[in-house]
């Protein structure tokens, strides 16, 4: 083929990845909201933001650490898939982990090992991959305010909504106290 | 134009004829005619440049109150606008720079919008070096296909910033080894440049940017055997610099060539720097073993790089004489030495401080030749610092200090009297 029809025919091409590409990014996820299994993560959001991606909340996860025997077998940054149950409050605990993909129906996430710490007791700190949620500018240090009065409120709790498929994680919804985090008075004040 | 305005004085004192005065006047005639209306080049760009990123700021917003189906309609919305200019100027406007290289700027940063709406919408982790590492990569077969140096130039500051990113400002920091591979990846395009347009100033931005990209990301290299970086640094500067003296580059006007410029002055100021006892203080206490550190990324880039720089340097200098080569040329040789003797012996300082010195008074030399006063106070400038690092070594008594200072002052004095009077003689 001669230049002059390779490069249209390129072009095309480049047109067809740079759509597939977010297309892709949608198809997935919006699949793993329609069909994957939800969970409810305690966290503790705070407020940073990207240059092009606005702001957004941090999530700090509770009871995010797991006792292990060696520290030799785990490494940070690794790849690990978390196996998680459900307490008797209905808030996601860690299982078990495992470094191959689990099989079967149970619930798990893929994630990366964090801190290893060396104390008395060794543990491992999960880095779950939602820790991100993105909010409009104004709203994202409302909520992280809001956050901050309902953490010294201990009977109010906030917890991460999650969809998890086959070991991908959507993350939902910032909730406190079952109220969605953008919905709360003081965050969602149209002033 | 300025020379136009010559003309009727020229034919008038009888210098040219009106024959050639004509051919002058049509020669510049044709010649803005056919030149691409610059201005319009550079507004061109701008305002694509500018309305992408103001996209890239409106989204970033993250409108709460939009359904999750709009704000996925609204991240199309722009790529698809920058594909149909892309597109039209294809088709309609192949030879148009000013279509090329703007349709395609808007399109680079409309990408960075979709994919940037897309993770907001479902909050899709990651930091930024990764979602600007997949911007960068989607973003790269534009320069090719739309042979857009606009597009090259966004993505080796885009590559750069994810280095940064990745391997400076996150922490625990990874080191960034795909930034290579993706410099690589652009190079054919500015290899391109080089050979069709050398002059132009598509090609000088990339003089610059180039270099400039190496440099910041090579630190990220650095892990725990950093000292190994101050020789891969030495040899980096050293290899622009041979790099911005071959026949090619250094027929480019000075300020084009932003291989010598980033050489010398990266030399230099790490001369400066090593001139101090802290470095080589503690490379006698700490040492090494080279079991330990042959595979580190620092002494394998060390290495690599030193070797390129070197054989650059035989390939120039096998035909000259040893009063031919500019001093900095073999400085990256000569702090491998320094280096080596420095394990062993506090000497390697005095050995730098002296190449501080050798290299200011042949720059002197240098600029007196050419009867170039630039060249001739660089040169002075040179001594002056080492002169004022010294100032901050305590071990040297300030009488000793105080004499050095003077000497230098008065030397500036002097020299540039003896320059503008032998300039006077000439005239």
Known sequence: MNKRKLLPAAFIVVVLVQLYIPAKMIFDRENILSSGREFKFRAAPVDPNDPFRGKYIVLNFMNNTIDIQGLDEWKMNESIYVILSTDEDGFAEIKSISKEKPSGNQGFVKAKVGNLMFNDEKKLTIEYPFDRFYMEETKAPRAETEYNKASRDSTRTTWALVSIKDGEAVLKDVMIDGVSIGKLHGVNDMK | MKILKEI???????????????????????????????????????????????????????????????????????????????????????????????????????????????????????????????????????????????????????????????????????????????????????????????????????????????????????????????????????????????????TLKPVNNGYRILGSIGTISLLWFLSFDWFWDSLRKDGFLLSDVIFSPEFISALVITAIAIVLFYRQFRNKQLIEINPIEPVFILFIIAFLIGLFSPFSVILINLIVLLIGVVTIRNGAKLNHLGILNFGLLIITALVICRFFDTDLSFVVRGGMFVLVGAGFFAINLWMLKKRKENE
């Open chain 2, 8 to 250: 009727p004085e020229l034919v008038d004192a009888g210098i040219i004829s009106q024959e050639t005065a004509e051919k002058i006047n049509d020669y510049y005639l044709q010649k803005n005619s056919q030149s691409p209306n610059r201005l319009i080049l550079v507004f061109g760009i701008l305002g694509a440049i500018l309305v992408g990123l103001g996209v890239l700021l409106i989204i970033a917003h993250n409108w709460d109150n939009l359904s999750r189906l709009t704000k996925t309609v609204f991240a199309f919305l722009p790529m698809l606008v920058g594909q149909a200019l892309c597109g039209y100027t294809l088709i309609k406007k192949t030879n148009s720079k000013v279509w090329r290289e703007s349709s395609t700027a808007f399109l680079f940063l409309a990408v960075g919008a979709s994919i940037s709406l897309v993770s907001q919408v479902y909050h899709i982790p990651g930091n930024l070096s990764s979602f600007l590492f997949t911007w960068m990569l989607i973003g790269l077969p534009l320069v090719y296909v739309m042979n857009s140096s606009v597009a090259s130039l966004l993505y080796l500051s885009g590559v750069t910033w994810y280095a940064c990113e990745a391997g400076y400002w996150t922490y625990p920091s990874s080191e960034p080894y795909y930034f290579w591979l993706l410099l690589m990846l652009v190079l054919p395009h500015y290899f391109l440049l080089l050979r069709r347009n050398p002059g132009s100033n598509f090609t000088a931005f990339h003089n610059w940017i180039v270099p400039l990209s190496a440099i910041i990301t090579l630190g990220t290299l650095a892990d725990t055997n950093e000292k190994f970086m101050f020789i891969s640094y030495m040899s980096l500067f050293g290899l622009f610099f041979l790099i911005g003296n071959l026949n090619f580059f250094s």
